[in-house]
Structures are given as C-alpha cells and as structure tokens.
C-alpha cells in the first residue's frame, strides 16, 4: 500500500487515468502526461483531445468560437503579465535574500530553464512548466519561500496561479480565530481560517501574514496548483503552500496563500474519477471542438444527456432510464418502480419533458395553480380569480393599474464595471451612461440610484406600490453592491449621493425588488433556454438589436469610448472621428432600451398566464392535473 499522498502516490493515479485516456490511441503512441486540463470539465475530451493528436479524429471550431478561444487566451496572458510586471525589482531594506528572477521562455525548452532555474536556486520564476512523465502543467509562477542562496536541503518553492476568479472574500462574523496562545503568526480573537496574504510586490522576499479572509475555491485552479505541488515534492522542492492571485477582496495586487493540504484531496479525486468511455453532455459541450463527434452519437441513441446534461440525470441512470424514449415512456406511468426506486422519488417532470423533448417542443407550462398566484407577479397583492377575461385582457388590472412599475437592465465591461443602467417605467426609456475614457467613479451609478428611489419615494407618498425588476439579478446585484462598497456616501453633486452598502442591500432584499427569471422559472419547465432573447420571443416581443449581446456590447463599449477604431478621444475629434463613437453609443442604448422593454413584455404574458405554450401534463394518483383557463394556442 502507497504512503497516502506520496509522490508515487500521484505518479501512479496519473498513470492509471493515462491508461484509460490513451486505450483509443495506435499501440506505438506516447504516453501523454495529465494535465489540470484533462481533470475539468468534460472527461471524454481528455481522450479526444488524444486521439485527435494522433490523427483519429479532426477537432472542428466555428469562427467565433474559434475567436472567443483566442480573446480568452489573450485576457489571460494579459492578466499574468500584469502580475509579473508589479513583481519586486530589487530587495527591500532590511530583506535577508537576494532576490533573483527567470523567465521561462515557451521554446519547447521551458521544461529544462525550470529545471535549471530550480537547481540555481532562484527565488522567482515565471512561466515555469514542471512534469514528471505521467502528470504535468504549466505554473504561472514558482516563488522560493527560505531565506536560503542556492539549492539546499531547505529550498522550497510555492506555485502560484493568476486567474480570473474571484479567490477570497472576508470571513463572516463569528467564524474561527487564533488562538492567542504563543507559537502562532496571529493575535488572540483575530480571524484565522488557515489563509495568509503576501503582497505581489514581495513575493520572493516577504512571509505571508495571516488575514480575515476564505479562500473561495475554483476546482480548475485547485488542480493547477496542486499538480504543481506534486511535481515539485517529487524533487524534494515543495514548501507546503500554494497561491492564488486574482479577484475579489483580495485583488490582484495580492497572493492568497492557503496550505497545500486543502488542494490535494480535491486532486485525488479528481484523478480516481472514472473517465467515460462514452460521451455524455456537459455544460462545456456548446464551445467544445468537438460537440459534432460527440452528439451525432448522443443524438442516435438519444441519450438523457441531451436533455438532462452532466449530473441532472444521474438519479434517473441510477434507475436504469439511459434514454430520452424510456424516460418519455413514464410519463403515463408515474408510480412505476425502477430498479427498486420510485420514478415519483425522481422527478415528476421530466417524462413529460422527454416526451416533448422527442416531439420538438421546447417549454412547457406548468400548472397555474403552483404559479400564477404569487404575489410577486402582482405587485404584492393577493391574486384574484377573475370571473371573466376578454381576449388579451389582464387579470387584476385595477391593481396593477395603480402600481409604479420600473423595469431595470444593466451593462457592464468586465475590467471597467458598468457603463450603462437602464429603466423603463412603462412610457419611456431612461439611460444613465459613462462613456468617459477614464471612467466617472461611480457617478451614473448614483445618478441611477437617486432616480429610482426619487421615484419610490414618490410611489410612496401618492399611496401606490411600487417594484423594480430585473431579468436574472445577479449581475445587477453584484455591481450596485461593488460600487456602494467602493464609494458609498460620495457625493458627486447636490442631490446625488452613492448609497451605503446597508441602503443597497436593504433595497435588494425587499420584496419592491423582483427578479422576473425567477417567476419565468416557476411558470415554465424547460428543454431550451430560460434567457431573456428565448423566453421574451415567446412573450411576442422582438428585439430591435439582433445581432448585438453581452460581448458585443463589450466590444461595442470599446469603440464608444474611442478605445477601438473609435477615431480620437475628446471633444477636439472632428465629427468624421466622432461618428462610430456616437453609432456605438446609439446601438448600446438601443441594445439595452431592448433589455427593459423585454421583462416588462414577459410579465405582462405571465399574467395572461403564458398563452402559446403547451401545458405539462403528468398523472398524480389515478388524475391527471391540467392547467385550465388558457389555452395553447394562446386565444
């Protein structure tokens, strides 16, 4: 039995996921080492991306695919080279070490100047890449944490990875401390929850101190990191630790240090996980290169994957339903036991959604009984029963007649925040916009925030209810929080004032703040998207900016701000300069004008209780449930 976690420990897990990932490959092919790429996602793609190497099969990309790809890579690299750029140039007074620094050059040598750069002893190495025959992986960064000059039996090294993902937030009241005993880093009742932060300036030269903060998990940088670690104690360099540097509280201006204890069970996992020997749909499926191989198979033999991607249909596998065809076929008999387990246990829905899935039908509506009634569709009131509708007629409309309704939609760059809020109070479309070079620090958010709650508070005092909504709030609720965090209290001008973060989340809790997916995703049960483009054409409404979406607008964003082919900054440009900077706005408030009007369209149909769609029906003891009231046809 292997020592847990040994070297050879790893070496032998990897080689055993090698076997299975090369078992498709001609007999004379390599042996290709495990990467943290073969250990995300999609297991079948380890063995594609093989076979593909070897010539079996072609990988296809469409062009923007193809393009996204690219544009992923290049923020990446832009986002290490910013790192290595604010890594210290020279020691610090008072620094015990001598600092030193190698760049890996990707020459099809990086594995040997590591290797060299390691048995130098050097304290900082860029773009390192390590392997050992069966794992490997490219590290963002080896940083040498003993005080020691050259290579000797206490050198150590801590591999860190730059990422996009948020990787620590600030602990919660109440959460474990450091003991005040002695021996520890910490002082008695600070927050301790194993997570020290260095600065990037001093990487290489400076311990990490401990910090009020967790560190926020992401399982393909968990992998890159640990993988690292391996390789590294495998030459006696480990130092225990591993680092993270990237967004969130801590920013990119410091390393999130946590033990390497907490990677290195994830990676086990993940390296005893079975690796399919046959596709199964992912999330990942739509951008992968090969979502062609894979779902002409799925598709003939109809697997429930199509339907139910990744683990949504492991309880029905478990039930011994690999199929769309036999799971469609429990739709008229529901209290069927398979396997022993009750198909009503599992889910009652998804027969009936296999079926429709079969038939081409992309939603169904479920009972109105279980959605219809909810207040938040009425503005808080209790639903009434009308007696009689006409055709088109709303229910309630005396109440939500009286109701100031503001409908919310929001545009954001990923490294700037966001440019544009816009509202939509039934009659008219309100932008507040920052299409400044150098941004405006939050006033249009401001601007924003001071409208809206103007227009509560005036709800308010004539006596009528008011809500604002928004199509999937997480986004709008990030960014008003990020920037109450940042700036609140700011008073840019008279009048306009950045809330605190209490007044934000307190308005974002209350029930005036509505999230109209969440009443989409009462009301239907879906086989295709649930987004606002999707659900909004079933609703009738039609967007005037087809061709433009979220990376548009980004890349839309750009041009407005004179960033690309946008002609000069400023008001000396010439008009000739200015025009595809004004079209780039037009089209961004045209854009999001859209993204107002929709949920506003979308609630209205609720209301009429989402006529067009076909009723989910299933059987509950011995009856069968039907949504009456509205029919499919919408009439």
Not at 190 to 209: E, I, K, M, Q, T
Not at 468 to 473: D, F, G, L, R, V
Not at 482 to 490: E, P, Q
Not at 503 to 520: C, G, H, I, R, Y
């Amino acid at each position: 039995m292997l020592p847990r976690f040994s070297g050879f420990w790893w070496t032998t897990l990897a080689n055993r996921m090698t076997a299975i990932v090369t078992n498709h490959l001609p007999a004379d092919s390599a042996a290709i080492p495990v990467t943290p790429l073969d250990l995300t996602g999609c297991r079948r793609r380890s063995v594609l991306l093989r076979a593909a190497a070897s010539g079996r099969i072609r990988p296809e990309l469409s062009a923007s695919a193809l393009a996204e790809r690219y544009s992923h890579r290049q923020r990446a690299q832009l986002r290490r080279e910013a790192v290595w750029n604010a890594l210290p140039v020279r020691e610090r007074l008072g620094d015990r070490v001598r600092l030193s620094r190698v760049d890996v050059v990707d020459d099809g040598t990086a594995e040997e100047q590591t290797l060299e750069a390691l048995a130098a002893g050097v304290r900082l190495i860029t773009g390192a890449r390590l392997s050992d025959g069966a794992l490997a992986c490219d590290v963002d960064l080896l940083v040498r944490t003993d005080t020691g000059a050259g290579l000797g039996e206490a050198t150590a090294y801590m591999p860190v990875t730059v990422t996009a993902h948020t990787v620590a937030a600030r602990l919660k009241t109440g959460s474990a401390t450091v003991p005040g005993a002695s021996g520890g880093n910490g002082t008695a009742g600070s927050p301790d929850n194993g997570v020290r932060v260095v600065d990037v300036v001093a990487l290489g030269l400076g311990a990490p101190a401990r910090a009020p903060l967790r560190h926020r998990s992401n399982a393909g940088d968990s992998y890159k990191v640990a993988v690292a670690h391996v390789l590294l104690d495998r030459l006696g360099l480990a130092s225990g630790d591993v680092g993270f540097i990237g967004g969130g509280t801590a920013g990119y201006s410091r390393c999130v240090v946590i033990p390497a204890d907490r990677v290195l069970p994830g990676l086990e996992r993940a390296l005893e996980a079975p690796v399919p020997d046959r596709p199964v749909r992912v999330r990942e499926c739509e951008g992968c290169e090969f979502h062609n191989h894979c779902r002409s198979e799925l598709v003939e033999r109809r697997d429930i994957s199509l339907m139910l991607p990744g683990d949504r249909g492991s309880r029905w596998r478990d039930a011994g339903i690999e199929t769309l065809p036999q799971l469609a076929a429990l739709a008229e008999r529901p209290h069927e036991v398979v396997d022993a387990v009750p198909v009503t246990a599992v889910d009652r829905e998804s027969p009936a959604l296999a079926a429709a899935w079969l038939a081409g039908v992309g939603y169904l509506r479920r009972p109105l009984k279980r959605w219809i009634t909810r207040p938040e569709l009425w503005c808080g009131h209790s639903f009434r029963m009308p007696d009689h509708l006409g055709d088109g007629e709303l229910p309630m409309a005396r109440e939500i007649g009286d109701a100031v309704e503001i409908d919310v939609d929001m545009e954001a760059h990923p490294t700037r925040g966001t440019f544009l809020w816009g509202t939509f109070d039934g009659t008219g479309y309100r932008p507040f916009t920052d299409f400044s070079r150098d941004g405006d620090g939050g006033e249009h958010v401001a601007r924003y925030w001071c409208w809206l709650m103007a227009r509560r508070q005036a709800a308010r005092n004539s006596g009528r209810v008011f809500r604002a909504y928004c199509y999937s709030q997480q986004g709008e609720n990030h960014w008003m929080r990020s920037y109450a965090s940042r700036y609140g209290g700011r008073e840019y001008t008279p009048g306009i004032v950045m809330p605190t973060l209490a007044e934000v989340n307190a308005f974002l809790a209350s029930p005036e703040w509505v999230d109209v997916f969440a009443l989409v995703r009462n009301a239907l049960a879906a086989n295709a998207s649930l987004g606002l483009k999707a659900v909004a054409a079933l609703a009738g409404f039609t967007f005037s900016q087809k061709d433009v979406d979220g990376r548009a607008a980004v890349d839309l964003f750009e041009i407005a701000v004179g960033g690309r082919d946008g002609g000069s900054d400023g008001d000396g440009g010439s008009d000739c300069d200015g025009a595809p900077r004004s079209r780039a706005r037009r089209t961004l408030e045209r854009y999001n004008a859209d993204d107002c009007y929709a949920p506003a369209a979308v609630r209205r149909w609720l209301r009429l209780g989402a006529p067009g769609v076909p009723p989910l029906e299933y059987r509950e003891k011995e009856r069968t449930v039907r949504t009456p009231w509205i029919s499919c046809s919408g009439s």
